[in-house]
Nanobody
């Protein structure tokens, strides 16, 4: 499975961005999807997840109420709508896929596939 993120860029504080992650390859399998991010000098951290069938979502406390994860299984694409962005959201954002119907969880090592990342920069 190949994952390709897009939609990153430079935005002012308070602005919005929508990230997309398109999956190709072995996409007939069910996948739980997640978004993670990594700021310079920091560990890669969990942002949000969504399950395959029910679309159950979970979020990191730092983004809850501002970010929304969604997916379109027909298009093999997962999205991350980011509102009310602030400079602390500046990072490379990665999407990841875990095989199965279960909640993919917040642990990086549980995921089977990763995208190459897309840069999000929020200016103050």
């Amino acid at each position: 499975v190949q994952l390709v993120e897009s939609g990153g860029g430079l935005v002012q504080s308070g602005g919005s961005l929508r990230l997309s992650c398109a999956a190709s390859g072995r996409t007939f399998s069910p996948y739980g999807m997640g978004w993670f991010r990594q700021a310079p000098g920091k560990e890669r951290e969990f942002v949000a997840t969504i399950t395959w069938s029910r679309g159950t979502t979970s979020y990191a406390d730092s983004v809850k109420g501002r970010f929304t994860i969604s997916r379109d299984n027909a298009k093999n694409t997962v999205y991350l709508q980011m509102n009310s962005l602030n400079p602390e959201d500046t990072a490379v954002y990665y999407c990841a896929a875990r095989v199965g119907n279960a909640d993919p969880g917040t642990t990086r090592s549980a995921y089977d596939y990763w995208g190459q990342g897309t840069q999000v920069t929020v200016s103050s």
